[in-house]
């Protein structure tokens, strides 16, 4: 199974960028997908999700900048950042989990499939 992000840059504050994640080797249409990412210096942190149902979750750091959605025939997930900040620079990863429950749809470690990252830097 392999994740493959793409689509991170350079880019200016209050810019637009967006994220794409493949999956191959198995179908997550029936899992739960989503994005974290790790600014420099920090740890870890989510950032959306995309439910089994398609109903997206979101750090209340974006919300309202971000849309997360993803097409389940490609087997693709998106990430649209807007009015983007030098606090949303950060390596973004995607992940994916056939298994995880709602309340731990926010914890890193429920996610059992991990893309390389994407860097996405935003100069101020």
């Known amino acids: 199974v392999q994740l493959q992000a793409s689509g991170g840059g350079l880019v200016r504050a209050g810019d637009s960028l967006s994220l794409s994640c493949s999956a191959s080797?198995?179908?997550?249409?029936?899992?739960?997908m989503a994005w974290f990412r790790q600014g420099p210096g920090k740890e870890r942190e989510f950032v959306a999700a995309?439910?089994?149902?398609?109903?997206?979750y979101y750090a209340d750091s974006v919300k309202g900048r971000f849309t997360i959605s993803r097409d389940k025939a490609k087997n693709t997930l998106y990430l649209q950042m807007n009015s983007l900040n030098a606090e949303d620079t950060a390596v973004y990863y995607c992940?994916?989990?056939?298994?995880?429950?709602?309340?731990?749809?926010?914890?890193?470690?429920?996610?059992?499939?991990w893309g390389q990252g994407t860097l996405v830097t935003v100069s101020s």
């Open positions: 992940a994916a989990s056939t298994s995880i429950i709602l309340s731990s749809l926010r914890n890193s470690g429920q996610y059992n499939y």
């Open positions: 080797g198995r179908s997550f249409s029936n899992g739960v």
């Open positions: 995309s439910w089994r149902s398609g109903t997206p």
